[in-house]
């Protein structure tokens, strides 16, 4: 089985819906990160948390909200969502300087 | 700001030829330097890192990578490509000093199409 796990791998939705991205981990790491892929502009770092308690924004937080539900979930939100938000979503865990990637989420908002 | 620039979108090449794929950070202190690679439909995952020492850094599947740090460079090679290399492959940086947090900066991408 996979490390790290995202459900749905694959979701349309329209615009102002709500929707949620999860993410689930099998390694114990307390890191976890999303990201979100865009063709040309590689990957760009959304929020990350070290702990259940401890969540920071990244570089392109607006619009999205996330929550830590135990060391091993962390999800995303899209509490309005807007086409320009249509991009592949990765969450990942890390321990050691190095970072374990999930399958991602391939979203497009109509 | 800590950006990572690679310098090809796209590189071509034929089966068993060498490739090198150029990567540039800028940064006026001590890096932490990673390439990943995505093949089609999944997700990153590690080739290669410099965190310190020498500065050649052999990975997975043949790559290798040198950090030039006087040309900010982390240039990956390998000297004979197969099929199965065909990917996109990304350049990061965690900048030193940003806390231990291991947030990466990627680069934008290159994609790796080896033609039989």
């Known amino acids: 089985d996979a490390d790290v796990t995202q459900t749905p791998r694959n979701r349309i939705t329209k615009t102002g819906k709500r929707i949620m991205l999860e993410c689930s981990q099998t390694k114990g790491h307390d890191r976890m990160y999303w990201y979100r892929q865009d063709p040309g502009l590689g990957l760009r770092l959304i929020y990350y948390?070290?702990?259940?308690?401890?969540?920071n924004k990244g570089e392109i937080s607006d619009g999205y909200s996330v929550s830590r539900q135990a060391q091993a979930k962390f999800s995303l939100s899209l509490e309005s969502a807007i086409p320009n938000q249509t991009a592949l979503y990765f969450c990942?865990?890390?321990?050691?300087?190095?970072?374990?990637f999930g399958p991602g989420t391939r979203l497009t908002v109509l | 700001a800590q950006s990572v620039t690679q310098l090809d979108s796209q590189v071509p090449v034929f089966e068993e030829a060498p490739v090198e794929l150029r990567c540039n950070y800028s940064?006026?202190?001590?890096?932490?330097l990673f390439w990943y690679v995505q093949y089609p439909n999944q997700g990153l995952q590690l080739l290669l890192k410099?965190?310190?020492?020498?500065?050649l850094v052999k990975g997975i599947n043949g790559f290798e990578a040198e950090f030039n740090k006087s040309q900010t460079s982390f240039h990956l090679r390998k000297p004979s490509v197969h099929i199965s290399d065909t990917a996109e492959y990304f350049c990061a940086v965690i900048p030193d000093g940003s806390g231990n947090t291991g947030k990466l900066i990627f680069g934008q991408g290159t994609t790796l199409q080896v033609k039989p």
């Open positions: 410099y965190l310190s020492g020498s500065t």
């Open positions: 990942a865990t890390s321990a050691a300087y190095t970072q374990y």
């Open positions: 948390s070290f702990d259940v308690k401890d969540i």
């Open positions: 940064s006026s202190v001590s890096v932490y």
